[in-house]
Nanobody, 117 residues
Framework: QVQLVESGGGLVQPGGSLRLSCSDS??????????MGWYRQTPGNQREMVAT???????NYADSVKGRFTISRDNTRNTIYLQMNLLKPTDTAVYYC?????????WGPGTQVTVSS
């Protein structure tokens, strides 16, 4: 069973940076054959796509993060990353790693990102 785990969240000031990581703590699955992604959710709102990366490396970003966030994957380490720069208070959310798509895929427990002065 896939056991995704996110790390790297925390409290950062506006304009700062964070890098999130996601790996399979069970170490039973390789990420290579799967599309991966980062999603986020705030209280009372639906989970929204932040960035996705396909098996071939093609990426897609939400308009709100284009030019500030970068998703990447290291299949040799079974890890994906989300580099977040120029963070804004509106980026505050719980960030979730996803393997295999938002319908029927696997999710990590999430990591809190808080952008505040």
């Amino acid at each position: 069973q896939v056991q995704l785990v996110e790390s790297g969240g925390g409290l950062v000031q506006p304009g700062g940076s964070l890098r999130l990581s996601c790996s399979d703590s069970g170490r039973r699955f390789t990420f290579g054959p799967y599309n991966m992604g980062w999603y986020r959710q705030t209280p009372g709102n639906q989970r929204e796509m932040v960035a996705t990366i396909q098996t071939g490396g093609r990426t897609n970003y939400a308009d709100s993060v284009k030019g500030r966030f970068t998703i990447s994957r290291d299949n040799t380490r079974n890890t994906i990353y989300l580099q977040m720069n120029l963070l804004k208070p509106t980026d505050t959310a719980v960030y979730y790693c996803n393997q295999g798509g938002p319908v029927g895929g696997y999710w990590g427990p999430g990591t809190q990102v808080t952008v505040s002065s």
